[in-house]
């Protein structure tokens, strides 16, 4: 091999390990010295703006229905933050991956190039710089190794921090009393699921249940023994449905369900059956055996609904319910 063919391997091996050395450095430095304290950062950043958002929304007054309570400011916070996270956590997913495969890549290349160079006969003047370059080379591959475990590092800490963050907002969509969805929850799943059916008509029916004279059993046996009368229900309720539909807590004394691919036939028998199912059962206090009935009003979904919409015809047919005597089911008529 000629001198000249010497010098093009030597200097290529050269160009290419002080190019690869200078990334590395670049994405080195900012992983090594920035990255935790970016996060922390980032974290700080987000739930500051979130609160700021927050506080903005609450000074402007937005208009709501009257059948619709304004979300739990947490839940609201945290389901935001809980997105932007995503987001986060997808962007920086594919820095890391393209990064490591980047560190991985320079690495072997600079494994080929040195070993190449170490099998050179190379003439006594550039002795010393092979002995330089063999030692950047070994920094490089070094630095790419300690840049991939601060990678893996910073993905470990950012899966922990949106596992947080969903236990939290999992923690505020529960309603306390009966640990069925509460009713900033069911909002949020309404409005979901008539989206779903503006773009793929899927049907789904509402079923608006309030337990009959509650107040009175409250004032009677006292307001441990209300509790654990919406405990029962919410039971009864839970275990008489299926694993697809969704039950909360509305508020007080009153449940929603929503019935996933039901149309009002099939909803309103299933509300029949959810009046039985309660009223056969008999809910054990401390001096008494009480007897349960619930009123249901039931209403499907329409194309032009929204969550005011449908909410009112389930209320009006609730009402109906009521006046009639209570202890049974009235199916919206519109």
Do not use: C
Not at 43 to 57: I, Q, V
Not at 86 to 111: E, F, H, P
Not at 133 to 142: A, P, Q, S
Not at 247 to 257: C, N, P, Q, S, T
């Amino acid at each position: 091999m000629s001198i000249t063919t010497y010098l093009i391997v030597f200097g290529s091996g050269l160009v290419a390990g002080m190019l690869i050395l200078f990334i590395t450095n670049k994405v080195g430095s900012g992983v090594n010295f920035d990255l935790f304290g970016g996060i922390a950062r980032l974290f700080s950043t987000l739930f500051g703006a979130d609160r700021s958002k927050s506080e903005a929304d609450n000074n402007q007054g937005v208009n709501k229905s009257d059948l619709l309570l304004p979300v739990d400011p947490r839940e609201q916070k945290l389901y935001d933050s809980s997105q932007a996270i995503r987001d986060m956590l997808l962007v920086l997913a594919a820095n890391i991956q393209r990064t490591d495969k980047a560190a991985s890549d320079s690495s072997i290349v600079l494994g080929d190039v040195k070993s190449a160079i170490n099998t050179m006969d190379l003439p006594a003047d550039l002795s010393q710089a092979h002995s330089l370059l063999m030692k950047e080379v070994d920094r490089v591959i070094l630095s790419n190794s300690a840049l991939k475990v601060e990678l893996a590092r910073a993905q470990t800490v950012l899966s922990e921090r949106q596992d947080q963050i969903e236990d939290l907002r999992t923690a505020v969509r529960i309603d306390g009393l009966t640990q069925i969805a509460n009713r900033a929850y069911f909002d949020e799943k309404l409005l979901e699921m008539i989206s779903l059916h503006k773009r793929y008509g899927d049907p789904f029916t509402l079923l608006m249940i309030d337990v009959d004279h509650f107040k009175t059993a409250n004032d009677t046996y006292g307001h441990q023994a209300g509790d654990r009368i919406l405990k029962g229900v919410s039971l009864k309720l839970k275990a008489s449905l299926r694993g697809s539909d969704f039950l909360a807590r509305f508020g007080g004394d009153e449940f929603v369900i929503i019935l996933f691919k039901s149309n009002l036939v099939t909803a309103t028998e299933v509300a029949w059956k959810l009046t039985k199912e309660v009223r056969t059962s008999r809910f054990i206090l401390d001096d008494a055996s009480l007897s349960i009935t619930l009123s249901i009003g039931v209403a499907e979904v329409h194309g032009d609904d929204t969550s005011e919409s449908i909410l009112k015809r389930a209320d009006a047919a609730l009402y109906r319910t009521k006046i009639g005597g209570r202890n049974g089911v009235s199916a919206d008529s519109a």
